[in-house]
C-alpha cells in the first residue's frame, strides 16, 4: 500500500471520529462529567496537599529557629540573674520541653532530631548553672531524660552525618556525667574512628575527650599549703645590727627603711 493512500485513510478515519465525537459525547455525558469531576477533585487535593506541606514546613522551620534563639537568650538571662543571687536555671527545663514537643510534631525528621538535640542539652546545662549542688538521684534523673533525647535525636537522624554523630556525642556525655567512663570511651573512639563523621564537629570534640580523658576520671588533689616560717628564722635573714656610731650618708639609700 502507497504511502499516500495510507495518509488518506488516515485522515478519513481521523475526519469520521471527529464528526462521531459530538453525538459520543452526548451519549456519554454521565460518564465524561463523572471522570471530569474526579480529575479536577484529584488535582486540587494534590495541590492543595503540596501548599498546604511547603507552608507547614515553613511554619516549622521558623517555630524551631524561634524556640533555638530563646533557649540561647535564657542561658544568657540565667548567668545575669547568677550575678545577682537570682537562680532563673529552671527556665531551661521550659524550654527543653517545648522542643521535645515541637519534636514530636514536627512534620521533618531533621527538624526533629535538631529539636531533641537542643532540647537534652538544655537539660543538661540547667544541671550546670544550678548554684546549689545536686543530689544524686535527681542528677541521674535527669541526665536519663537527656539521654532519652539523644536517643530520639538519634532514631530522627536517619543516618546524617551531623546529627548522628552529635546524638552520639551527647549520649557518650551523658555517660561521663553518670561516671559510666567505659561506655563514654568507646563511643568517643567511634566518633573517631569511623570515616562517616571525620568532618563532623563532634568528632573532633570527641578526639580531645580522649585525649584528656584521664583528668575527667580522676578527682583533683590540691597540694599541702606550704608550713609557714618561724618567727626567729625571719629575724635572723632579714634582721642585722648597724654599729652605734655608724651614720648614713644623704646620698645612699637608707636600708633600714
Known amino acids: 500500500m502507497k504511502a499516500e493512500h495510507r495518509h488518506e485513510l488516515k485522515t478519513n478515519e481521523l475526519a469520521q471520529w471527529l464528526a462521531d465525537f459530538p453525538q459520543w459525547l452526548k451519549n456519554n455525558a454521565k460518564m465524561v462529567t463523572y471522570i471530569s469531576f474526579v480529575v479536577i477533585v484529584v488535582a486540587a487535593a494534590y495541590f492543595y496537599k503540596t501548599y498546604t506541606k511547603d507552608t507547614l514546613a515553613v511554619q516549622q522551620k521558623e517555630q524551631l529557629t ?6 540561647g537568650h535564657a542561658r544568657a538571662s540565667v548567668v545575669q540573674a547568677q550575678a545577682k543571687g537570682m537562680d532563673t536555671s529552671f527556665n531551661l527545663i521550659q524550654i527543653a520541653n517545648k522542643l521535645q514537643d515541637f519534636a514530636k510534631t514536627a512534620t521533618d525528621d531533621k527538624m526533629a532530631a535538631l529539636a531533641y538535640l537542643k532540647s537534652a542539652q538544655a537539660i543538661r546545662q540547667e544541671l550546670q548553672y544550678r548554684p546549689k549542688t545536686v543530689d544524686t538521684e535527681e542528677l541521674a534523673l ?40 567505659p561506655q563514654a570511651q568507646a563511643i568517643y573512639k567511634e566518633l573517631t574512628q569511623n570515616p562517616d563523621y571525620n568532618a563532623t564537629t563532634a568528632a573532633a570534640k570527641a ?50 627603711e
Open 142 to 181: 535527669q541526665i536519663n531524660n537527656a539521654k532519652g533525647a539523644y536517643q530520639n535525636a538519634l532514631q530522627k537522624a536517619n543516618g546524617d552525618a551531623t546529627l548522628t554523630s552529635e546524638a552520639k556525642l551527647g549520649i557518650a556525655l551523658c555517660h561521663e556525667d553518670l561516671s559510666l567512663f
Open 207 to 256: 578526639r580531645i575527650r580522649l585525649e584528656t580523658f584521664a583528668q575527667y576520671k580522676t578527682k583533683p588533689v590540691f597540694a599541702p599549703a606550704p608550713e609557714p616560717l618561724q618567727q626567729d628564722t625571719e629575724l635572723q635573714d632579714f634582721t642585722f645590727d648597724l654599729p652605734q656610731d655608724a651614720e648614713i650618708s644623704p646620698n645612699e639609700p637608707d636600708i633600714t
Open 66 to 71: 524561634y524556640l533555638i534563639s530563646t533557649l
